[in-house]
Protein backbone atom coordinates (compact mmCIF):
# COMPACT_ATOMS: atom_id res chain seq x y z
CA UNK A 1 0.00 0.00 0.00
CA UNK A 2 1.31 3.27 -1.22
CA UNK A 3 -0.11 6.43 0.78
CA UNK A 4 0.29 10.16 -1.45
CA UNK A 5 -0.09 12.65 0.23
CA UNK A 6 -0.53 16.29 -1.95
CA UNK A 7 -0.95 19.02 -0.01
CA UNK A 8 -1.46 21.56 -3.57
CA UNK A 9 -3.56 19.33 -5.19
CA UNK A 10 -5.10 20.85 -8.22
CA UNK A 11 -7.38 20.33 -11.40
CA UNK A 12 -5.79 20.41 -14.58
CA UNK A 13 -7.45 21.79 -17.75
CA UNK A 14 -5.75 20.59 -20.50
CA UNK A 15 -6.28 22.41 -24.05
CA UNK A 16 -5.38 21.08 -27.40
CA UNK A 17 -4.62 23.91 -29.99
CA UNK A 18 -3.32 22.97 -33.51
CA UNK A 19 -0.68 25.61 -32.79
CA UNK A 20 0.07 28.23 -30.23
CA UNK A 21 0.73 31.84 -31.32
CA UNK A 22 0.71 34.20 -28.04
CA UNK A 23 -1.40 36.93 -28.81
CA UNK A 24 -3.88 35.50 -31.04
CA UNK A 25 -6.83 33.62 -30.84
CA UNK A 26 -7.26 30.08 -30.33
CA UNK A 27 -9.92 27.56 -30.99
CA UNK A 28 -9.25 24.68 -28.74
CA UNK A 29 -9.98 21.35 -30.81
CA UNK A 30 -10.03 19.16 -27.60
CA UNK A 31 -10.86 19.73 -23.35
CA UNK A 32 -10.38 17.53 -20.32
CA UNK A 33 -10.22 18.05 -16.90
CA UNK A 34 -8.47 15.66 -14.43
CA UNK A 35 -7.75 15.24 -10.64
CA UNK A 36 -3.39 16.46 -10.63
CA UNK A 37 -1.29 17.29 -8.23
CA UNK A 38 2.03 14.69 -8.21
CA UNK A 39 1.01 12.76 -5.17
CA UNK A 40 -2.45 12.04 -7.08
CA UNK A 41 -1.07 11.47 -10.46
CA UNK A 42 0.98 8.60 -8.51
CA UNK A 43 -1.74 7.02 -7.16
CA UNK A 44 -3.70 7.33 -10.42
CA UNK A 45 -0.16 5.36 -12.26
CA UNK A 46 -0.18 3.32 -9.14
CA UNK A 47 -3.86 2.62 -9.36
CA UNK A 48 -3.17 1.46 -13.15
CA UNK A 49 -0.61 -0.75 -12.42
CA UNK A 50 -2.74 -2.92 -9.76
CA UNK A 51 -0.79 -1.82 -6.50
CA UNK A 52 -3.04 -0.99 -3.78
CA UNK A 53 -2.76 3.08 -2.94
CA UNK A 54 -4.88 5.84 -1.06
CA UNK A 55 -4.32 9.97 -1.81
CA UNK A 56 -4.67 12.41 1.05
CA UNK A 57 -5.56 15.73 -0.43
CA UNK A 58 -6.58 19.37 0.44
CA UNK A 59 -9.91 20.25 -0.79
CA UNK A 60 -11.94 23.56 -0.95
CA UNK A 61 -14.46 25.67 -2.83
CA UNK A 62 -16.34 24.90 -5.63
CA UNK A 63 -12.89 23.50 -7.45
CA UNK A 64 -12.11 21.46 -4.63
CA UNK A 65 -15.77 19.59 -4.72
CA UNK A 66 -15.13 19.03 -8.26
CA UNK A 67 -11.26 17.38 -7.72
CA UNK A 68 -13.33 15.26 -5.46
CA UNK A 69 -15.24 14.15 -8.50
CA UNK A 70 -12.56 13.92 -10.88
CA UNK A 71 -10.72 11.24 -8.30
CA UNK A 72 -13.69 9.17 -8.34
CA UNK A 73 -13.73 9.15 -12.10
CA UNK A 74 -9.90 8.23 -12.00
CA UNK A 75 -10.30 5.47 -9.69
CA UNK A 76 -9.21 6.27 -6.58
CA UNK A 77 -12.92 6.76 -4.89
CA UNK A 78 -11.27 6.06 -1.50
CA UNK A 79 -9.17 9.13 -1.56
CA UNK A 80 -9.68 11.44 1.70
CA UNK A 81 -9.83 15.53 1.16
CA UNK A 82 -8.77 17.18 3.70
CA UNK A 83 -11.12 20.27 4.15
CA UNK A 84 -9.31 23.73 3.77
CA UNK A 85 -10.38 27.40 3.86
CA UNK A 86 -8.69 28.26 0.20
CA UNK A 87 -10.01 27.27 -2.92
CA UNK A 88 -8.26 24.17 -4.67
CA UNK A 89 -5.99 25.69 -7.72
CA UNK A 90 -6.42 25.29 -11.39
CA UNK A 91 -3.72 24.18 -13.23
CA UNK A 92 -3.96 25.11 -17.11
CA UNK A 93 -1.87 23.06 -19.78
CA UNK A 94 -2.00 23.92 -23.78
CA UNK A 95 -0.83 21.06 -26.05
CA UNK A 96 0.21 21.39 -29.60
CA UNK A 97 0.70 18.74 -31.96
CA UNK A 98 4.19 18.03 -32.36
CA UNK A 99 5.03 20.75 -29.49
CA UNK A 100 6.60 20.97 -25.84
CA UNK A 101 3.47 21.52 -23.38
CA UNK A 102 2.84 24.91 -22.22
CA UNK A 103 1.55 24.94 -18.51
CA UNK A 104 0.23 27.98 -16.38
CA UNK A 105 -0.02 26.53 -12.75
CA UNK A 106 -1.82 28.91 -9.74
CA UNK A 107 -0.15 28.97 -6.72
CA UNK A 108 -2.88 27.52 -4.36
CA UNK A 109 -3.61 29.18 -1.25
CA UNK A 110 -1.39 29.04 2.25
CA UNK A 111 -2.42 26.37 4.53
CA UNK A 112 -3.22 27.75 8.43
CA UNK A 113 -1.48 26.01 10.67
CA UNK A 114 -4.89 24.36 12.00
CA UNK A 115 -5.12 23.23 8.32
CA UNK A 116 -1.57 21.42 8.35
CA UNK A 117 -2.14 20.10 11.15
CA UNK A 118 -4.93 18.30 9.92
CA UNK A 119 -3.47 17.04 7.03
CA UNK A 120 -0.49 15.47 9.22
CA UNK A 121 -3.28 14.06 11.39
CA UNK A 122 -5.25 12.43 8.73
CA UNK A 123 -2.05 11.35 7.14
CA UNK A 124 -0.95 9.73 9.84
CA UNK A 125 -4.04 8.01 10.39
CA UNK A 126 -4.56 6.71 6.95
CA UNK A 127 -1.15 5.29 6.66
CA UNK A 128 -1.82 3.45 10.80
CA UNK A 129 -4.54 1.96 9.20
CA UNK A 130 -2.39 0.93 5.94
CA UNK A 131 -0.22 -0.36 8.55
CA UNK A 132 -2.31 -3.41 9.64
CA UNK A 133 -2.43 -5.13 6.84
CA UNK A 134 0.56 -4.07 4.99
CA UNK A 135 3.80 -2.65 4.46
CA UNK A 136 3.14 1.05 3.62
CA UNK A 137 5.07 3.71 2.18
CA UNK A 138 4.06 7.02 2.54
CA UNK A 139 4.61 9.66 -0.68
CA UNK A 140 4.71 13.17 -0.38
CA UNK A 141 4.35 14.70 -3.31
CA UNK A 142 4.50 17.66 -4.92
CA UNK A 143 4.53 21.60 -4.62
CA UNK A 144 3.54 23.77 -1.40
CA UNK A 145 0.94 26.40 -1.66
CA UNK A 146 2.59 29.63 -1.41
CA UNK A 147 2.90 30.87 1.77
CA UNK A 148 2.49 27.30 3.60
CA UNK A 149 5.31 26.82 6.23
CA UNK A 150 7.97 24.46 4.59
CA UNK A 151 8.23 22.05 8.28
CA UNK A 152 4.66 20.18 6.92
CA UNK A 153 7.53 18.17 5.60
CA UNK A 154 8.99 17.43 8.61
CA UNK A 155 5.64 16.35 10.34
CA UNK A 156 5.16 14.28 7.70
CA UNK A 157 8.30 12.31 7.67
CA UNK A 158 7.53 12.10 11.28
CA UNK A 159 4.25 10.24 10.91
CA UNK A 160 5.97 8.40 8.28
CA UNK A 161 8.83 7.13 11.12
CA UNK A 162 6.23 6.72 13.75
CA UNK A 163 4.20 4.34 11.35
CA UNK A 164 7.51 2.57 10.96
CA UNK A 165 6.68 3.15 6.98
CA UNK A 166 9.21 4.54 4.47
CA UNK A 167 9.07 7.75 3.17
CA UNK A 168 9.16 9.40 -0.29
CA UNK A 169 9.29 12.92 -1.51
CA UNK A 170 9.03 14.66 -4.52
CA UNK A 171 8.97 18.24 -3.61
CA UNK A 172 11.23 21.74 -4.67
CA UNK A 173 12.45 24.36 -2.94
CA UNK A 174 12.39 24.72 0.73
CA UNK A 175 10.01 21.85 1.02
CA UNK A 176 12.48 19.66 -0.66
CA UNK A 177 15.30 21.29 1.33
CA UNK A 178 13.49 19.89 4.52
CA UNK A 179 13.06 16.86 3.34
CA UNK A 180 16.64 15.70 2.70
CA UNK A 181 17.73 17.55 6.27
CA UNK A 182 14.88 15.11 8.02
CA UNK A 183 16.38 12.18 5.92
CA UNK A 184 13.52 11.43 3.93
CA UNK A 185 14.18 7.15 2.97
CA UNK A 186 13.93 8.37 -0.67
CA UNK A 187 14.01 11.76 -2.57
CA UNK A 188 13.08 12.47 -6.67
CA UNK A 189 14.18 15.45 -7.80
CA UNK A 190 14.69 16.54 -11.45
CA UNK A 191 17.54 18.50 -12.77
CA UNK A 192 16.10 22.02 -11.85
CA UNK A 193 15.30 20.53 -8.23
CA UNK A 194 18.68 19.28 -8.09
CA UNK A 195 20.50 22.27 -9.39
CA UNK A 196 18.66 24.26 -6.62
CA UNK A 197 19.47 22.00 -4.13
CA UNK A 198 23.45 22.03 -5.04
CA UNK A 199 23.17 25.72 -5.58
CA UNK A 200 24.60 24.99 -9.25
CA UNK A 201 23.80 24.19 -12.82
CA UNK A 202 24.01 20.42 -13.31
CA UNK A 203 23.59 20.17 -17.25
CA UNK A 204 25.72 17.45 -17.85
CA UNK A 205 25.69 13.70 -16.53
CA UNK A 206 28.69 14.05 -14.44
CA UNK A 207 27.55 17.03 -12.69
CA UNK A 208 24.23 15.43 -12.11
CA UNK A 209 25.97 12.08 -10.57
CA UNK A 210 27.84 14.11 -8.26
CA UNK A 211 25.34 16.54 -6.83
CA UNK A 212 22.83 13.44 -6.52
CA UNK A 213 25.86 11.47 -4.64
CA UNK A 214 26.34 14.69 -2.31
CA UNK A 215 21.68 14.49 -1.98
CA UNK A 216 22.35 10.89 -0.92
CA UNK A 217 25.26 11.07 1.64
CA UNK A 218 23.27 14.11 3.48
CA UNK A 219 20.05 11.56 3.71
CA UNK A 220 21.82 8.27 3.84
CA UNK A 221 18.62 6.85 1.93
CA UNK A 222 17.78 6.55 -1.94
CA UNK A 223 18.02 9.21 -4.58
CA UNK A 224 16.26 8.90 -7.80
CA UNK A 225 17.29 11.46 -10.18
CA UNK A 226 14.80 12.38 -13.19
CA UNK A 227 16.09 13.37 -16.19
CA UNK A 228 13.82 13.80 -18.61
CA UNK A 229 15.52 12.81 -22.47
CA UNK A 230 18.65 11.78 -20.52
CA UNK A 231 16.40 9.01 -18.16
CA UNK A 232 17.04 8.96 -14.66
CA UNK A 233 19.60 7.78 -12.32
CA UNK A 234 18.70 5.50 -9.30
CA UNK A 235 21.60 6.06 -6.14
CA UNK A 236 21.32 3.59 -3.29
CA UNK A 237 23.36 2.81 -0.08
CA UNK A 238 24.39 -0.20 -2.16
CA UNK A 239 25.35 1.16 -5.63
CA UNK A 240 24.54 4.00 -8.42
CA UNK A 241 22.70 3.01 -11.71
CA UNK A 242 22.00 5.04 -14.78
CA UNK A 243 18.92 4.62 -16.80
CA UNK A 244 17.56 5.16 -20.37
CA UNK A 245 14.91 4.03 -22.56
CA UNK A 246 14.68 3.46 -26.32
CA UNK A 247 13.59 7.03 -28.17
CA UNK A 248 10.16 7.82 -28.44
CA UNK A 249 7.88 10.56 -30.24
CA UNK A 250 6.15 11.68 -26.87
CA UNK A 251 2.52 12.85 -27.16
CA UNK A 252 2.17 14.07 -23.41
CA UNK A 253 5.47 14.40 -21.04
CA UNK A 254 3.31 16.56 -18.05
CA UNK A 255 3.31 14.27 -15.49
CA UNK A 256 6.17 11.70 -16.43
CA UNK A 257 8.53 11.91 -13.54
CA UNK A 258 5.07 11.47 -11.60
CA UNK A 259 4.69 8.06 -12.60
CA UNK A 260 8.55 7.03 -12.68
CA UNK A 261 8.19 7.64 -8.99
CA UNK A 262 5.09 5.31 -9.37
CA UNK A 263 6.64 2.87 -11.22
CA UNK A 264 9.55 3.25 -8.82
CA UNK A 265 7.26 2.57 -5.72
CA UNK A 266 4.94 -0.09 -7.36
CA UNK A 267 8.48 -2.59 -6.96
CA UNK A 268 9.72 -4.48 -4.11
CA UNK A 269 12.59 -3.66 -1.62
CA UNK A 270 13.61 -7.30 -2.34
CA UNK A 271 13.93 -6.58 -6.21
CA UNK A 272 17.17 -6.22 -7.90
CA UNK A 273 17.63 -2.11 -8.43
CA UNK A 274 18.52 -2.22 -11.96
CA UNK A 275 15.52 -4.15 -12.70
CA UNK A 276 13.20 -1.45 -10.38
CA UNK A 277 14.96 1.14 -11.90
CA UNK A 278 14.45 0.22 -15.94
CA UNK A 279 10.84 -0.42 -14.82
CA UNK A 280 10.36 2.89 -13.49
CA UNK A 281 12.00 4.25 -16.44
CA UNK A 282 9.45 1.73 -18.63
CA UNK A 283 6.48 3.44 -16.55
CA UNK A 284 7.69 6.79 -17.14
CA UNK A 285 8.02 6.27 -20.77
CA UNK A 286 4.63 4.72 -21.05
CA UNK A 287 3.44 7.87 -19.29
CA UNK A 288 4.72 9.99 -22.65
CA UNK A 289 2.64 8.03 -25.02
CA UNK A 290 -0.23 9.26 -23.23
CA UNK A 291 -2.20 12.57 -23.83
CA UNK A 292 -3.68 12.08 -20.05
CA UNK A 293 -1.37 13.35 -17.78
CA UNK A 294 0.68 10.65 -15.45
CA UNK A 295 -1.78 8.37 -17.25
CA UNK A 296 -1.02 4.94 -18.80
CA UNK A 297 -1.44 3.78 -22.40
CA UNK A 298 -3.75 0.03 -23.00
CA UNK A 299 0.13 -1.23 -23.99
CA UNK A 300 2.91 -0.65 -22.04
CA UNK A 301 6.89 -0.18 -22.65
CA UNK A 302 8.56 -3.69 -22.02
CA UNK A 303 11.05 -2.78 -19.50
CA UNK A 304 13.45 -5.10 -21.00
CA UNK A 305 14.44 -2.33 -23.99
CA UNK A 306 15.35 -0.20 -21.36
CA UNK A 307 19.21 -0.21 -20.72
CA UNK A 308 20.40 0.26 -17.42
CA UNK A 309 24.36 0.61 -16.41
CA UNK A 310 26.24 0.77 -12.91
CA UNK A 311 27.74 3.74 -11.80
CA UNK A 312 30.99 4.17 -9.97
CA UNK A 313 31.60 6.52 -6.70
CA UNK A 314 29.08 6.37 -4.60
Known amino acids: MIVTVTPNPSVDRTYRVAALRPGTLHRATGVTAEASGKGVNVSRVLHRLGVPTRAVVTAGGREGRLLSELLTVAGLSDAVAVPVAGGTRVNVTIVTAGGEPTKVNEPGVALTAAEATRLVTMAGAVLGGAARTHRPWLA????????????????????????????????????????????????????????????????????????????????????????????????????????????????????????????????????????????????????????????????????????????RGV
Not at 269 to 277: H, N, Y
Open 140 to 311: VCGSLPAGTDPALLGELVGVARTAGAPVAVDASGAALLSAVDHKADLVKPNRDELSELAGHRVDTMSAAFAAAREVRARTGGTVLLSLGGDGALLLTPAGAWHGLARAIVPVNTTGAGDALLAGYLAGDADDDPAERLASAIAVATSACLSPSTADLPERLVDPATVRVVPL
